[in-house]
């Protein structure tokens, strides 16, 4: 039959193309996935933030829900990864403007300015948030317990830490 010779023709010849493309696209997924890989590794700028800022050594806190005594761990609200992102975008919308303005320079301005323009307006809409996102993250700054993770843990030398020290010695 020659119908379905000339399909079988097609679909063997369509073979090759199929393997390309389902590798192409898991080769895209791993370079998406070490991208991401890559982004996580970074230090989120509000780490550098608050590693700036005057901090006071932590006393010894006791956690009210598993009596945990020690020094509590320092945490905040927010995404790292979110924050990162943030300033990546940031720095591409500013290579953006700095590349598309010289194309406008050298072109002796046939390169739109519009682009220029946009990729100005992006680089500071994204410096904006990404200055917010920051100062808001390591704003939010909160003590929890290394243990079992409560953010109510309060000061060992408190009345009430006290008083639990006590009845934890005791049970
Ligand atoms: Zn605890």
């Known amino acids: 039959m020659p119908k379905s010779l000339s399909f079988h023709a097609i679909i063997s010849t369509m073979q090759p193309q199929r393997h390309a493309m389902i590798d192409f696209q898991q080769r895209r997924d791993q370079v998406g996935q070490k991208v991401l890989h890559e982004l996580k590794k970074r230090r989120a700028p509000s780490d550098f933030v608050i590693s700036l800022l005057p901090s006071v050594p932590l006393a010894e806190h006791i956690c009210t829900d598993c009596a945990y005594v020690g020094i509590p761990d ?87 830490g006290q008083k639990l020290l006590k009845e934890q010695q005791r049970g």
């Open 74 to 160: 320092r945490k905040k609200k927010g995404k790292d990864l979110v924050e990162v992102m943030l300033w990546a975008v940031f720095a591409l919308c500013a290579a953006l403007y700095v590349v598309t303005r010289g194309l406008h320079l050298i072109t002796h301005y046939h390169f739109p300015g519009e682009i220029v323009r946009l990729c100005s307006l992006f680089a500071k809409l994204f410096l904006a948030f990404s200055v917010v996102y920051t100062l808001w993250q390591s704003s939010t700054e909160y003590k929890a317990c290394p243990k079992c993770g409560n953010t109510a843990i309060i000061p060992l030398d408190s009345p009430r």
